[in-house]
Structure formats: C-alpha cells, structure tokens
C-alpha cells in the first residue's frame, strides 16, 4: 500500500525558512514527477511546485524565486526549500505526483506570523 507522509512544519516569522520532506512507502518517487501542494484554511488544494524525472522543475508564480523543490531518489524523498516567508503562505502542504495519483497525506502546517 502506498503512503506518503509530510513533515517539517511549523511556526516562523515573515522572512523566515523552512525546509519540508515528503518520505513515501510502497512506490519510488524515482521515476515519476512529483510536486508539493497546498491548501490554506478554508481554500482549495493547489499546487505550487514540479519536479520532472528530468531534473526540471517549474513552479507557480507566487512562489517563483522563494521555494525550491528538490529529490533524493536514494532516500525516496523529496522536499521543498521554503524562503523569505510570507504570512499568506500560512496553509497545509501536501506532496503527491502530479497527477494526484497517490492518496494523499496528513500534510504537515506552516504558520507564517508577521
């Protein structure tokens, strides 16, 4: 059975950093395109970053030169490299594929305060 499970929330002030992991059980991340979403309180899930097996990755705009998502194929993980914060991306993130082919995960919070 497939899980992933996300990790590395919490709580920092505008400006701040954090980096989040995404650890599968029972697929490789390996050879798909995976990608980090997120939904703030009362919102829809959206995404926000790509990553190819290519190497490439694209993001949406508004996260565009602060977040950077990344794989460790050897650990089957992947992360996303969050900085200068800002209080609107206070919301729960998710990874998947990108084609949301997994169930989804707990997700894990991020509380940006101002």
């Known amino acids: 059975q497939v899980h992933v499970v996300e990790s590395g929330g919490g709580e920092v002030q505008a400006g701040g950093s954090l980096r989040l992991s995404c650890a599968a059980s029972g697929t490789s991340f390996t050879s798909k395109s995976m990608a980090w979403f997120r939904r703030a309180s009362e919102g829809e899930r959206e995404f926000i970053a790509g990553s190819v097996t290519t190497g490439s990755s694209y993001y949406k705009d508004f996260v565009k030169g602060r977040f950077t998502i990344s794989r460790d194929s050897a650990k089957n993980t992947v992360y996303l490299h969050m900085n200068s914060l800002k209080p609107e991306d206070t919301a729960v993130y998710y990874c998947?594929?990108?084609?949301?082919?997994?169930?989804w995960g707990p997700g894990t919070q991020v509380t940006v305060s101002s």
């Open positions: 998947n594929t990108v084609q949301r082919t997994v169930p």
